[in-house]
Antibody, heavy 122, light 106 residues
Framework: QEQLQESGPGLVKPSETLSLTCTVSGGSVSSGSYYWGWIRQPPGKGLEWIGNIYYSGRTYYSPSLKGRVTISIDTSKNQFSLNLNSVSAADTAVYYC??????????????WGQGTLVTVSS | DIQMTQSPSTLSASVGDTVTITCRASQSISNWLAWYQQRPGRAPKLLISKAAHLERGVPSRFSGSGYDTEFTLTISSLQPDDFATYYCHRYEGDSDTFGPGTKLEI
């Protein structure tokens, strides 16, 4: 069973950059069968898609965050990462990494990390 | 951008009941829609993909239907574990959008 695990600072100062890494075990980020994505959830609110990356490095970002977000992939470490710059309190959320099927008509997130809370505060 | 809505936002029910949650898209999405269950403090769990395809291991009391802009998730014979928040998710090759969620409470 493939597992995903987020890691990174739990506290980030306003205007700085939020950086998280997702480590995949039991599988490979080089698999062409999946995209790798980031989703966040502010406390008490719903899910917000941030973006996805394919093993080739091709990225897709939410229009609402495009310009502040960068997702990258490191196949040698079996990891993918999220950078979100110029953060504010509105970026406080639980951040999830997830595996997204790459089969047409089934582009769903079928495996999720446990999530990590990132708080933006001085 | 395609917007997703869900109704109701909160649904009260009892063990044994059958409930239906509706998800609507602002424009046609064919049947490219998934449903997730999220229990408090947990990551979402994929239940249904392609509007009606039940994921492996998901109980058959969960069912999905719909096409174009209107979709439903039906849960029959509610069990205690089913009281959670449910999200629809519209997907295509290069983008994703989640609905706002429906909280199913006892």
């Amino acid at each position: 069973q493939e597992q995903l695990q987020e890691s990174g600072p739990g506290l980030v100062k306003p205007s700085e950059t939020l950086s998280l890494t997702c480590t995949v075990s039991g599988g490979s980020v080089s698999s062409g069968s999946y995209y790798w994505g980031w989703i966040r959830q502010p406390p008490g609110k719903g899910l917000e898609w941030i973006g996805n990356i394919y093993y080739s490095g091709r990225t897709y970002y939410s229009p609402s965050l495009k310009g502040r977000v960068t997702i990258s992939i490191d196949t040698s470490k079996n990891q993918f990462s999220l950078n979100l710059n110029s953060v504010s309190a509105a970026d406080t959320a639980v951040y999830y990494c997830a595996r997204r099927k790459a089969a047409a008509e089934f582009y769903c997130f079928d495996q999720w990390g446990q999530g990590t809370l990132v708080t933006v505060s001085s | 951008d395609i917007q997703m809505t869900q109704s109701p936002s909160t649904l009260s029910a009892s063990v044994g009941d059958t409930v239906t949650i509706t998800c609507r898209a602002s424009q046609s999405i064919s049947n490219w829609l998934a449903w997730y269950q999220q229990r408090p403090g947990r990551a979402p769990k994929l239940l249904i993909s392609k509007a009606a395809h039940l994921e492996r291991g998901v109980p058959s009391r969960f069912s999905g239907s719909g096409y174009d802009t209107e979709f439903t998730l039906t849960i029959s014979s509610l069990q205690p574990d089913d009281f959670a928040t449910y999200y629809c998710h519209r997907y295509e090759g290069d983008s994703d959008t989640f609905g706002p969620g429906t909280k199913l409470e006892i």
